[in-house]
């Protein structure tokens, strides 16, 4: 069992950054690949970001590749996702997410069905 509880959302400007952490649960998180999803107020969450075991291997949404960057440190048992250059359609509720992998391979999941487990969400709000 793993519980995830994100922290870092909050109201900033459009241009601003945002760090958000999760923190895991248990002493294996080593063996779980991270995401990161959000939804927006009348939409389904969609998946945001990616990281494998080891944060070997990473992927991105479009929307925000070259702006977000996912990272974890397994000795802190944590994920974050450093968002920049914020923008208004940004504004959603951020979840984390936990897949079991074993700490096999260096895979990235990006199908919200895959993830085991799941954080509360924090809200982020961009203003224009």
């Known amino acids: 069992q793993v519980q995830l509880v994100e922290s870092g959302g909050g109201l900033v400007q459009a241009g601003g950054s945002l760090r958000l952490s999760c923190a895991a649960s248990?002493?294996?998180?080593?063996?779980?690949?991270m995401g990161w999803f959000r939804q927006a107020p009348g939409k389904e969450r969609e998946f945001v970001a990616a990281i494998s075991w080891s944060g070997a291997s990473t992927y991105y949404a479009d929307s925000v590749k070259g702006r977000f960057t996912i990272s974890r440190d397994n000795a802190k048992n944590t994920v974050y996702l450093q968002m920049n250059i914020l923008k208004p359609e940004d504004t959603a509720v951020y979840y984390c997410a936990a897949v079991f992998t074993g700490g096999g391979g260096n895979y990235y999941f990006t199908i919200e069905s895959e993830y085991d487990y799941w954080g509360q969400g924090t809200q982020v709000t961009v203003s224009s």
């Open positions: 248990g002493r294996t998180f080593s063996s779980y690949a």
